[in-house]
Nanobody, 125 residues
Framework: QVQLVESGGGLVQAGGSLRLSCAAS????????MGWFRQAPGKEREFVAA????????FYAESVKGRFTISRDNAKNTVYLQMNSLKPEDTAVYHC??????????????????WGQGTQVTVSA
């Protein structure tokens, strides 16, 4: 099993920044891709960003490209999501997820095997 714990959410004004962290523990060697998804009230969960543990290739949703940066610290088994130029529409619960396979796609939540509890990000206008 893999445990994921997110932190770093909060309330910020539009244009501000936040950095989310996701600490992984347990059988982390069994995971290959780490992703961030978000879910706003009344909306479906959507892909935000993903990163490969090995090699560090990154993937982003169009809505966050140029504003968000995903990174990882392999020694700490931690993935980060730096969020800049935040907008009210970024308000959501942000979840960290781990994918135990390189096959398939990084963009679909169904492809991920482990999930954190989520952290709330609220951006005020």
């Amino acid at each position: 099993q893999v445990q994921l714990v997110e932190s770093g959410g909060g309330l910020v004004q539009a244009g501000g920044s936040l950095r989310l962290s996701c600490a992984a523990s347990g059988r982390t060697f069994s995971t290959y891709v780490m992703g961030w998804f978000r879910q706003a009230p009344g909306k479906e969960r959507e892909f935000v960003a993903a990163i490969m543990w090995s090699g560090g290739s990154t993937f982003y949703a169009e809505s966050v490209k140029g504003r968000f940066t995903i990174s990882r610290d392999n020694a700490k088994n931690t993935v980060y999501l730096q969020m800049n130029s935040l907008k009210p529409e970024d308000t959501a619960v942000y979840h960290c997820a781990a994918k135990a396979s390189y096959s398939g796609t990084v963009y679909l939540s169904d492809e991920y095997h482990y999930w954190g509890q989520g952290t709330q990000v609220t951006v005020s206008a």
